[in-house]
């Protein structure tokens, strides 16, 4: 499973590549992600000031729902990282992980929040991640040959 991760990793570096100096996720924005989103959502109030939310995927079915959004720091029109919101619906269960770009340590928290998915989860997350590298290398791969 963590080669499914290091390939994800491997195609936003690619991307990122393009830029002068890359783009790096920090502890705060990681943080609020992974803790301070669900407690702002909970509290009715906006998302951190000078960020946007963005989906860039979603799916679902009658049991998860999976959404992937782009965390923009608006001053600088970067994309500071991925937030991942995975629900069970009849549970209402929510997690949120944060996919952070260029920051070895803060992957290697997020490497450990995926582990403690649980099985089923984790397997249905899998399923997404797939699903989205596949529309990603398509998009990137053809774009190339236009």
Do not use: H
Request: glycine share 4%.
């Amino acid at each position: 499973m963590k080669t499914l991760f290091y390939i994800l990793l491997l195609c936003s570096m690619t991307v990122s590549a393009q830029n002068l100096a890359p783009i790096t996720t920090t502890e705060t924005e990681y943080n609020y992600l992974t803790n301070g989103y669900e407690r702002d959502i909970e509290n009715g109030r906006e998302i951190k000031k000078g960020y946007e939310l963005k989906t860039i995927f979603s799916r679902g079915n009658n049991d998860w729902k999976f959404t992937y959004e782009s965390f923009m720091e608006i001053d600088t029109d970067n994309v500071k990282a991925i937030l991942i919101t995975i629900t069970k619906l009849k549970k209402d269960k929510t997690k949120y992980l944060c996919l952070p770009f260029n920051n070895q340590a803060l992957f290697d928290k997020f490497m450990k929040d995926y582990e403690g998915l649980g099985v089923t989860m984790g397997m249905m997350f899998d399923l997404t991640v797939f699903e989205l590298l596949q529309q990603s290398l398509n998009s990137n791969l053809n774009l190339i040959k236009q």
